[in-house]
């Protein structure tokens, strides 16, 4: 399975971006997807995660209100729309699967294997 991430750019304080991973193997609509990102300097933290199934979602509590994950199961793509950007968003945003199937999501980054690659968001003041 191989994951790659996308979307990344510069944005404003205020602004949007949707972020997009695309899935490669036959599985994946069994795992649940997650989001995490990583900060110049910090350690990388959760942002959201959604089931296997779409029927359950999680959030960090950051940015709840603001950001919203969902999936495509039929062309292997999970998606991260953030919405009301704040400077503090900047980080490298992670998509990752879970590591068991038919899990409920889990704010644990280490239940997820494999990870992608990571793609760059930067909020300017």
């Known amino acids: 399975v191989q994951l790659q991430a996308s979307g990344g750019g510069l944005v404003q304080a205020g602004g949007s971006l949707r972020l997009s991973c695309a899935a490669s193997g036959r599985t994946f609509s069994s795992y649940t997807m997650g989001w995490f990102r990583q900060a110049p300097g910090k350690e990388r933290e959760f942002v959201a995660a959604i089931s296997w199934s779409a029927g359950n979602t999680l959030y960090a509590d950051s940015v709840k209100g603001r950001f919203t994950i969902s999936r495509d199961n039929a062309k292997k793509m999970v998606y991260l729309q953030m919405n009301s950007l704040k400077p503090e968003d900047t980080a490298v945003y992670y998509c990752?699967?879970?590591?068991?199937?038919?899990?409920?999501?889990?704010?644990?980054?280490?239940?997820?294997?494999?990870w992608g690659q990571g793609t760059l968001v930067t909020v300017s003041s």
């Open positions: 990752a699967r879970d590591g068991l199937p038919f899990r409920s999501p889990t704010i644990t980054g280490t239940s997820y294997d494999p």
